[in-house]
């Protein structure tokens, strides 16, 4: 009897997994992240943290719902076997995990078997995901920040270490609660969790509503950015060619059209570490090229002087290269030792803090004020090409990734909420792609076209999405939520920081996105009338 459960289990098991495997359609593995892998920029890891968690509920839910429909089938075919059909399987698993408990069977399995365990990470393989989040290739626009902030933009860029790493800190406290016997345990799971718990019980779903939202924002803006910085740096690569910057833009995305037939994004991650890689060598050549200038550095061009009107966008700039908030609930519960997330998120943060200011203010003495917006643009023809080139490849190649995160954001929340769906599934019986759901995706991929055409201009929009989303999900939300779950238990001062923080914050926000806005306003109806 023994022997035939075993065989029983596995063969459902193996069909289960198979099944899976067809309908987990654009589900982003987490494998890649464990091992390092993780996407060279903050949008990239955001994207993978947040779809991984989506992928093991939903794996997980698919597969308590195969098995109980297995051992239902069963049941009606042999019901002199209902003993072992009970057996089998617990019909009273649902996808959203209620139920009782699997006990253990007589062979000494247990629900292990039938849940998949999520490989624990070390403190420095969270620290490699961390690093890559906030040291991509929008460090690039770092320079152009301190053009218009001087000193002060070297301390926003310290300033903003320093506070997303207390954010980050706090967001992960307000996963904890106390339970009765005084233990600290862990009782939410995600950001989303998070803004719902403050909003309840009057409205127990919208922060869950907002973060989202902010969400889908800073993806789809990403891969405007992604488009708007490949037209760019191949027009200034090839400046005697008679291709425009949209004309550039265009041909980027029609590379960029096949991501919305892609089922998985094995073939793409593979060579995220390449892209990580490529990115580093590619800011080493920057800082040796900067050094080799160092007897023509233009240190009387910094100043204590700030120009009103587009600094508030540099501090969107500098806010946008440190936000991933969205990601770290994951990260810190994938924690072999969830002890040492605040050792690595110190040492991460003082890492990118003099890495960042370093290379900012090194390549702003090298071109003063001829800084243009992408710094590779300043470098001399012959290594602009090469340079450029690289990073065009990066961020074509870095595009799927929040890419799919967004994809996967609106369509659990408008196709794959059971009766809550605002529209029917994407996906059929078969697991293949419906039509609108192609529609969708090949909808999402022109939308950025559209934009990266009519607001051609990289730091406008990276300044615009730091002030909206980067300061609302790093300085607003973490610093209110804390002050809601925790108010009871916080000292003076932390009280102090968090109110601090979301003044600041707020204010940064605002005078940004009025200014960002202003530019880009300014820029769509030059597009539009040219």
């Given at each position: 009897?023994?022997?035939?459960?075993?065989?029983?289990?596995?063969?459902?098991?193996?069909?289960?997994?198979?099944?899976?495997?067809?309908?987990?359609?654009?589900?982003?593995?987490?494998?890649?992240?464990?091992?390092?892998?993780?996407?060279?920029?903050?949008?990239?890891?955001?994207?993978?943290?947040?779809?991984?968690?989506?992928?093991?509920?939903?794996?997980?839910?698919?597969?308590?719902?195969?098995?109980?429909?297995?051992?239902?089938?069963?049941?009606?075919?042999?019901?002199?076997?209902?003993?072992?059909?009970?057996l089998d399987g617990d019909s009273h698993y649902q996808r959203d995990g209620t139920g009782p408990s699997?006990?253990?069977?007589?062979?000494?399995?247990?629900?292990?078997?039938?849940?998949?365990?999520?490989?624990?990470?070390?403190?420095?393989?969270?620290?490699?995901?961390?690093?890559?989040?906030?040291?991509?290739?929008?460090?690039?626009?770092?320079?152009?920040?301190?053009?218009?902030?001087?000193?002060?933009?070297?301390?926003?860029?310290?300033?903003?270490?320093?506070?997303?790493?207390?954010?980050?800190?706090?967001?992960?406290?307000?996963?904890?609660?106390?339970?009765?016997?005084?233990?600290?345990?862990?009782?939410?799971?995600?950001?989303?969790?998070?803004?719902?718990?403050?909003?309840?019980?009057?409205?127990?779903?919208?922060?869950?509503?907002?973060?989202?939202?902010?969400?889908?924002?800073?993806?789809?803006?990403?891969?405007?950015?992604?488009?708007?910085?490949?037209?760019?740096?191949?027009?200034?690569?090839?400046?005697?060619?008679?291709?425009?910057?949209?004309?550039?833009?265009?041909?980027?995305?029609?590379?960029?059209?096949?991501?919305?037939?892609?089922?998985?994004?094995?073939?793409?991650?593979?060579?995220?570490?390449?892209?990580?890689?490529?990115?580093?060598?590619?800011?080493?050549?920057?800082?040796?090229?900067?050094?080799?200038?160092?007897?023509?550095?233009?240190?009387?061009?910094?100043?204590?002087?700030?120009?009103?009107?587009?600094?508030?966008?540099?501090?969107?700039?500098?806010?946008?290269?440190?936000?991933?908030?969205?990601?770290?609930?994951?990260?810190?519960?994938?924690?072999?030792?969830?002890?040492?997330?605040?050792?690595?998120?110190?040492?991460?943060?003082?890492?990118?803090?003099?890495?960042?200011?370093?290379?900012?203010?090194?390549?702003?003495?090298?071109?003063?004020?001829?800084?243009?917006?992408?710094?590779?643009?300043?470098?001399?023809?012959?290594?602009?090409?090469?340079?450029?080139?690289?990073?065009?490849?990066?961020?074509?190649?870095?595009?799927?990734?929040?890419?799919?995160?967004?994809?996967?954001?609106?369509?659990?929340?408008?196709?794959q909420e059971g009766g809550r769906a605002f529209f029917p599934d994407c996906y059929g019986g078969d697991?293949?792609?419906?039509?609108?759901?192609?529609?969708?995706?090949?909808?999402?991929?022109?939308?950025?076209?559209?934009?990266?055409?009519?607001?051609?201009?990289?730091?406008?929009?990276?300044?615009?999405?730091?002030?909206?989303?980067?300061?609302?999900?790093?300085?607003?939300?973490?610093?209110?939520?804390?002050?809601?779950?925790?108010?009871?238990?916080?000292?003076w001062h932390q009280v102090f920081f968090d109110v601090a923080i979301f003044v600041i914050g707020g204010?940064?926000?605002?005078?940004?996105?009025?200014?960002?806005?202003?530019?880009?306003?300014?820029?769509?109806?030059?597009?539009?009338?040219?």
């Open positions: 009897m023994a022997t035939l459960i075993r065989s029983k289990l596995s063969n459902k098991l193996s069909n289960a997994a198979t099944t899976v495997s067809n309908k987990s359609q654009a589900k982003v593995s987490g494998m890649f992240a464990r091992m390092g892998f993780q996407a060279a920029t903050d949008e990239e890891a955001l994207g993978f943290a947040a779809c991984d968690d989506l992928d093991y509920d939903h794996r997980q839910g698919m597969q308590m719902d195969i098995l109980a429909a297995d051992d239902k089938a069963a049941a009606e075919g042999g019901g002199g076997e209902g003993g072992d059909a009970g699997r006990s253990s069977s007589k062979d000494g399995g247990s629900n292990n078997e039938l849940s998949e365990d999520k490989p624990k990470i070390t403190a420095w393989e969270a620290g490699w995901n961390v690093t890559n989040a906030i040291q991509g290739m929008f460090v690039l626009g770092l320079p152009y920040a301190i053009l218009h902030g001087g000193y002060l933009g070297l301390f926003l860029i310290i300033f903003a270490a320093v506070v997303c790493c207390y954010t980050g800190k706090i967001l992960i406290a307000c996963l904890y609660e106390e339970d009765e016997d005084g233990r600290v345990v862990r009782v939410r799971d995600s950001y989303v969790d998070i803004a719902n718990a403050c909003g309840a019980p009057r409205f127990p779903s919208l922060g869950g509503h907002v973060v989202n939202v902010a969400q889908i924002i800073e993806l789809v803006m990403t891969c405007i950015l992604y488009v708007v910085v490949s037209g760019n740096l191949m027009y200034n690569s090839f400046p005697n060619m008679p291709i425009s910057q949209k004309s550039w833009a265009i041909i980027a995305t029609a590379a960029l059209l096949p991501c919305a037939f892609l089922k998985n994004l094995k073939a793409v991650s593979k060579f995220s570490l390449l892209c990580t890689l490529a990115h580093f060598v590619i800011n080493v050549l920057v800082i040796a090229y900067c050094l080799s200038r160092a007897r023509v550095w233009a240190w009387d061009k910094v100043k204590f002087y700030i120009d009103v009107k587009k600094f508030p966008i540099s501090i969107g700039i500098i806010v946008f290269s440190y936000t991933s908030q969205i990601f770290l609930p994951s990260l810190e519960g994938n924690m072999q030792k969830p002890s040492e997330f605040h050792c690595m998120m110190n040492w991460t943060h003082i890492a990118a803090c003099i890495l960042k200011g370093l290379f900012a203010l090194v390549a702003y003495l090298t071109w003063a004020d001829a800084t243009k917006e992408v710094i590779t643009d300043n470098l001399p023809p012959g290594i602009r090409a090469v340079v450029n080139i690289f990073l065009v490849a990066k961020a074509l190649l870095s595009y799927p990734l929040p890419f799919f995160a967004a994809v996967e954001v609106l369509e659990k929340s408008f196709f697991g293949r792609l419906k039509s609108w759901g192609l529609s969708l995706r090949c909808g999402l991929v022109v939308f950025t076209l559209l934009m990266a055409i009519y607001v051609p201009h990289f730091a406008l929009l990276m300044g615009l999405t730091g002030s909206l989303t980067g300061a609302g999900l790093c300085f607003l939300l973490p610093s209110l939520f804390h002050l809601k779950l925790l108010w009871r238990k916080l000292q204010i940064c926000s605002i005078s940004g996105f009025i200014h960002s806005m202003e530019g880009l306003v300014e820029a769509f109806k030059y597009n539009i009338e040219e």
